[in-house]
């Protein structure tokens, strides 16, 4: 340490610069406890849209008879995230959003499309 100038090595030391070596690590904690506090909520929606989708596009594509490209037009905005699976052999249509939801809607000539359970 040099008494005339209070550095070691060149390098200024002290408090003031000591919370300059925190300020990531608390960062990437303050933004790791919010998207923990998000997550739940977005999952929760992203299940929810799947679902909605995966029945309208069954209703739409086995009750009503049309095409995939047609029933691509009854998409609500903001749906463009969730991707759309048809099995026609199953007459079962799967809707998911990626890493967080995937809902499954079947077609029973009797009672229409329904959801299977999550």
Known sequence: MNASTGLV???PR???????????????LL????LGLKYSSLGKRAELGAGYLAHVV????????RSMASCDTDREPGTEIVRITDDSTKRRITASVPLLA???ASYDPEFGCALDKP
Do not use: E, H, I
């Open 31 to 34: 933004a790791g406890g919010w």
């Open 58 to 65: 069954c209703s739409c594509r086995y009750v009503g008879n």
């Open 102 to 104: 995937s809902r499954t």
């Open 9 to 11: 090595d060149g390098a």
């Open 14 to 28: 002290g408090p003031g610069r000591r919370w300059l070596l925190w300020l990531p690590l608390l960062a990437t």
